[in-house]
Nanobody
Framework: QVQLVESGGGLVQAGGSLRLSCAAS????????MGWFRQPPGKEREFVAA????????DYTASVKGRFTISRDNAKNTVYLQMNNLKPEDTAVYFC?????????????????WGQGTQVTVSS
């Protein structure tokens, strides 16, 4: 079993950048496909990005392509989400998730472990 802790959230102006980190403990993150999800205020949790075991495969939701980059450092047991050119509609609680199967997937139900989330607020 793996424990996940997100950090790096905060308040930023539109057009700014943040880098979220997801630190894993208990098991090495290299054993898991990793994903980032977000839950905007009053809305359902939604897929943001996913990365495969080696880091060579990635997937993004359309609204963040070209602005967000998911990466992983298996040696540091950490996954990152670099967010550039942030928009007010990116405001949400961001969650890190781990999946024991290797396929990339956008469905939140397919992920087995979750962090507690970190708040990202983008002001206009």
């Amino acid at each position: 079993q793996v424990q996940l802790v997100e950090s790096g959230g905060g308040l930023v102006q539109a057009g700014g950048s943040l880098r979220l980190s997801c630190a894993a403990s208990g098991r090495t993150v290299s054993s898991y496909t990793m994903g980032w999800f977000r839950q905007p205020p009053g809305k359902e949790r939604e897929f943001v990005a996913a990365i495969g075991l080696s880091g060579s495969l990635t997937d993004y939701t359309a609204s963040v392509k070209g602005r967000f980059t998911i990466s992983r450092d298996n040696a540091k047991n950490t996954v990152y989400l670099q967010m550039n050119n942030l928009k007010p509609e990116d405001t949400a609680v961001y969650f890190c998730a781990a999946r024991t199967r290797w396929e990339l997937t956008t469905g939140s139900g397919s992920y087995d472990y979750w962090g507690q989330g970190t708040q990202v607020t983008v002001s206009s």
